[in-house]
């Protein structure tokens, strides 16, 4: 991995599908912290879906990448020069919004310090981070599953969707999925516990498909996807139902979202769609530490990882996050971990 | 009004909307009250839109009406017999499921007497019945409306929507609405109270008319109609929205729905659609009573009623109720009110 100061590039808003044509890899400008500043050199990345929605141009919940200027997300790094109290120099550090880039400056509050080693410190942007607590809050909070009741998570093998349907067992729920291929349909019966699991790639009808895997119908649906797959499933919502509504990433890249038609059966059973934002929930992260670091040492949370190596895999890592590619929280190192 | 007993029978499964084929006028059969029964001579009905749920052969939240079997819904009459403990000859009734029909015997659980005349007897199917339940559950259990925040209603000249209208008025809310014509426009504005009102029929675009009457977005929608004008408003809903979903009126005439393609917003928004029924919700009928009855004492809700004369007039009462043909609450009317 080269020694330089280096960055990537958001360019420009994307039609579809991210390509290399999005990103540019450049030379980054140095400079020193100011007071209150801590300047960090970076060690690794998390690529999340949710990093597709700010390359829109629209603003939603989070303001849009600029073109022109580096792509920021949760990232992991060590202090190499501190003007603020409470950081020093060789402090492991991880923010919401590390810029992508060798090292870079930035106010202290910016980032939090990593304080045990007794984890891989890339756990702290998945499993420990946003994505562990998207999957506690969404599932226990929103969806708020009794034990014995039906839940069904789409994206199954992906980060967040892997943590609520294990959180899910733990919780003595009958736990079903939908993923996108047999590779993954495995992964989540055969390594992390489902109950069952769909491939859709490989349904003939994706409702039929759902009321195959889901045979009590649904109590707790944990929506990734968005799209026929909400469709499918909202005709098999129990009544009283909850729909925890956390991602839609089978329309990110869609010009125009797909049609839903079946939302009639919130009427009949009663039921609710509550989107939510992780960033809201954020007082919850205490009780979501001390669960998942007990869950991680009695080895009842299975995790894995997909690493993609230097900034110069950021494009090819983007394109198989959100199509599915491979199995694993994504991330990117651009340095190895320090002793 | 004939003396003879006579009833209205369900025909048969309607396509789209129910015409004068979905019903007949027949003689209806007498039975005497066996032990825990009394008989109940009718003297008006409630036709209300949840009704058209009921001929479509699919068990919803309720059952299906039969082929051959009489219409049954809200009703008040007088009873004439008894062998229940309770009830008296002379004693005014209202019943969820009175048949449509002249006179009718059944067990006396399926009846509540009405303990005072203060008002007019036909407002215990509608203001102080179950449309005003729906009103007051829909909005401020499932809604949640705070003061100051922006209230919007669909169908809002219907029964249901009136109320909640003038409800959300007096919770200190601001109040928009969806109508379809002018009249019913001026009625909500001039009427009732409301702050703004489109008609969805004159409006060019539907998106446009629902900014223009929430200039400041939407905290609480009431939906009645479901379709074109529930993707329209989920373009202007507020952070932490709330949608009531009480009906989709607009629907159920339909071989297939329409399409719905915003939901998305309600990831941004952090909002959620929640469908009730009302009868999960009869714990909260002393307290609405006791507000309605106070409100309705100081003039602060406004009512009107359609009334229409005997059975024969059922099957135009139901096309006009929902086609929105007319203002105010639909009623039936076969016996003139005891003195």
């Given at each position: ?76 790094g060590q202090v190499v020069d501190s ?141 990734n996807v968005g799209g026929p797959l ?110």
């Amino acid at each position: 991995m080269s020694e330089a100061n280096q960055r990537i590039v958001f360019v420009d808003i994307p039609k579809g599908m991210p390509g290399p044509e999005s990103f540019r890899l450049e030379p980054a400008p140095r400079s020193e912290p100011a007071e209150g500043e801590i300047r960090v050199r970076a060690i690794l990345f998390s690529l999340d879906p949710y990093m597709r929605g700010r390359m829109t141009g629209r603003k939603t919940y989070v303001a849009p990448f600029e073109p022109g200027h580096p792509l920021a997300g949760y990232g992991i790094g060590q202090v190499v020069d501190s003007r603020a109290a409470g950081f020093s120099p060789g402090d492991l550090v991880v923010s919401p919004a590390l810029k992508f880039q060798s090292a870079s400056t930035g106010p202290a509050r910016g980032f939090a310090k990593i304080a045990t080693r007794e984890f891989p410190l890339s756990y702290h942007v998945g499993v420990l981070g946003m994505p562990g607590l998207t999957a506690y809050v969404g599932l226990l909070d929103i969806g708020g599953p009794k034990s014995g009741e039906s839940v069904f998570v789409s994206a199954a093998a992906s980060t967040v969707g892997a943590l609520v349907g294990q959180i899910a067992k733990l919780k003595g729920c009958r736990v079903a999925g939908s993923v996108g291929s047999e590779a993954k349909r495995r992964y989540c019966v055969d390594e992390l516990g489902f109950d069952d699991c769909l491939d859709y790639r490989a349904a003939e009808r994706l409702d039929q498909a759902v009321a195959q895997v889901c045979p009590g119908g649904i109590d707790v649906y944990f929506e990734n996807v968005g799209g026929p797959l909400l469709d499918a499933v909202l005709k098999y919502i129990n009544v009283g139902a909850r729909i925890a509504l956390c991602g839609m990433i089978s329309q990110y890249n869609l010009e125009r979202p797909e049609p839903i038609y079946n939302l009639i059966a919130l009427l009949a059973k009663r039921a609710c769609i509550q989107g939510f934002i992780i960033t809201d929930h954020e007082q919850r992260r205490p009780a979501f530490l001390a669960d998942m670091t007990a869950w991680l040492r009695a080895g009842k949370i299975r995790y894995r990882e997909k690493v993609f190596e230097g900034f110069e895999s950021v494009p090819e890592a983007f394109r198989s996050m959100l199509s599915g590619g491979h199995l694993g929280k994504t991330i990117v190192r651009v340095a190895a971990d320090p002793d």
